[in-house]
Every structure is written in C-alpha cells, then in structure tokens.
T-cell receptor, first 113, second 112 residues
C-alpha cells in the first residue's frame, strides 16, 4: 500500500522568508502527486498537481513543487511567504492504476510577522 | 457554482444516536469519497464510490455505512455514534478516483 510522509508537522517561518515543506511517498510505480491547502475552518483546496510532463509545477500564488522520481519526493517551496499563506498543507499521492488518493498527515505552516 | 455541498456544518450527538451526513455534488463526477480528519492523523478514507450503486470500504470503515443511489448524492450514516467518531468529516468528488479531488466545507461532529 502507498504511504505519504510529511516530515514536518509544524513549520514556523518569518514573513518574506523562503519555505520548503517536505513530502516523500512510497510508491515505486508511476504516480500522480498533489498538494492541497486548508485554511482555518475550511475544506481542502488543490494547490498544484503533477500528472506528467515537466517535473516542476507551479501554483498561481507563487508556490512550486518538483517531482523527483529517484528520491520519491514532491517538496513544496515558496521563495517569499506572506501572512496569508498560514494554513495546513497536505501532500497526496495516487498511482496510475486508479487507486484512491492517499494523504499525508499534513504540515501546519505558520507565517510570523 | 456549488461544487460539493455538505450538511450540516456542525452537529452534536449523544452516544448511541444515529444520523446521516449529507453530501451532494453538481459536477457529474462518478467518484465520491468520505474522509475523516483528526489532529495529527491527516485525512483517512472511510468509504468511497466509483458510481451509482457501487460502494467500497476505505481505511477506516467501521461504524459507518454509505449508499449511492444517484450520481449526485453520497450520504454517510452513523448507526450508533461513539465518542471515537468525534471528528471533522469531508466529502470529496472527482472525475476518476486518482485525479484531482474537490472537497466540501466539512462537517464538525462531536459525540458526547
């Protein structure tokens, strides 16, 4: 069975500093990868996804993630965070054999003014 | 543009009571699923459905029942609520089970 490991449960960072949220997955087969964001008291929203093609994917609000097959990783990065980025971030994986999404335990990003 | 709609948003139950959490989507998605979210546990899959009339168990199905009589609706039933079922429940839908999932706003359930 697939699993997703988000190595940091909480990440505090100062405003305008860079941040990296780490995600590793266990599947050895071809995968789809996702990052979701959850703002307080809301549902999850898709931030970005990797299905195929370029290994670097970007979101509209400045986040990016790079698929690294050899390291089975899909780390999320932003060069300069804002207060509004404070949220919980979930990494998810599914394989191309049509299995359900498996989520990591989440990383709570706190941006400090 | 309703997307995925869950009702109610909040619910308090006494141990042993039953209730149904409602979920409806208007995107004509075949795949729907229910997750529970607990602190430090992420999202865990309870049940899912790949189309009307077809349901299957996820990672944590015990204590929950589902049915899928229409493409749009996927209710989750708690037959006899227990304090261990205190959680936030999310319904999601997607075109296929391994593609982008669209989530509802969640139902915060407390069992006392």
């Amino acid at each position: 069975a697939q699993s997703v490991t988000q190595l940091d449960s909480q990440v505090p960072v100062f405003e305008e500093a860079p941040v990296e949220l780490r995600c590793n997955y266990s599947s050895s087969v071809s995968v789809y990868l996702f990052w979701y964001v959850q703002y307080p008291n809301q549902g999850l929203q898709l931030l970005l996804k990797y299905l195929s093609g370029s290994t670097l994917v970007e979101s509209i609000n400045g986040f990016e993630a790079e698929f690294n097959k050899s390291q089975t990783s899909f780390h999320l990065r932003k060069p300069s965070v804002h207060i509004s980025d404070t949220a919980e971030y979930f990494c998810a994986v599914s394989d191309k054999g049509n299995t359900p999404l498996v989520f990591g335990k989440g990383t709570r990003l706190s941006v400090i003014a | 543009n309703a997307g995925v709609t869950q009702t109610p948003k909040f619910q308090v139950l006494k141990t042993g009571q039953s209730m149904t959490l409602q979920c409806a989507q208007d995107m004509n998605h075949e795949y729907m699923s229910w997750y529970r979210q607990d602190p430090g546990m992420g999202l865990r899959l309870i049940h899912y459905s790949v189309g009307a009339g077809i349901t299957d168990q996820g990672e944590v199905p015990n204590g929950y029942n589902v049915s899928r009589s229409t493409t749009e609706d996927f209710p989750l039933r708690l037959l006899s609520a227990a304090p261990s079922q205190t959680s936030v429940y999310f319904c999601a839908s997607s075109y296929e089970r391994n593609t982008e999932a669209f989530f509802g706003q969640g139902t915060r359930l407390t069992v006392v």
